[in-house]
Nanobody
Framework: QVQLVESGGGLVRPGESLKLSCATS????????MSWFRQGPGKEREFIAH????????NYSDSVKGRFTISRDNAKDTSDLQMNSLKSEDTGVYYC?????????WGQGTQVTVSS
């Protein structure tokens, strides 16, 4: 079955960096867009970034553009989210997602806390 597992979250100070990873299994990773979302405290889940199957097209929310970079490794079936210049408002649970034939699959999430 489709499985997504995020890792790499933690506690960092404002201005620092963190790299999240999403390990996947159970589907042909190289055929699908991969997306990252986050949900801050008391907020709705929001789109952060996505990347096309070949990895040559990416799109970001305005809130992270220029600071975050999404990537993928089709040989390892993984997607990464490099987060630089982190701000307190980046705090939340980060999720990766894949949509396959109209069905959405999510990981369990990884907590990112940005605090001094």
């Amino acid at each position: 079955q489709v499985q997504l597992v995020e890792s790499g979250g933690g506690l960092v100070r404002p201005g620092e960096s963190l790299k999240l990873s999403c390990a996947t299994s159970g589907f042909d990773f190289s055929l699908y867009y991969m997306s990252w979302f986050r949900q801050g405290p008391g907020k709705e889940r929001e789109f952060i970034a996505h990347i096309n199957p070949r990895g040559d097209y990416t799109n970001y929310s305005d809130s992270v553009k220029g600071r975050f970079t999404i990537s993928r490794d089709n040989a390892k079936d993984t997607s990464d989210l490099q987060m630089n210049s982190l701000k307190s408002e980046d705090t939340g649970v980060y999720y990766c997602k894949v949509e396959i034939y109209g069905s959405e699959y999510w990981g369990q999430g990884t907590q990112v806390t940005v605090s001094s």
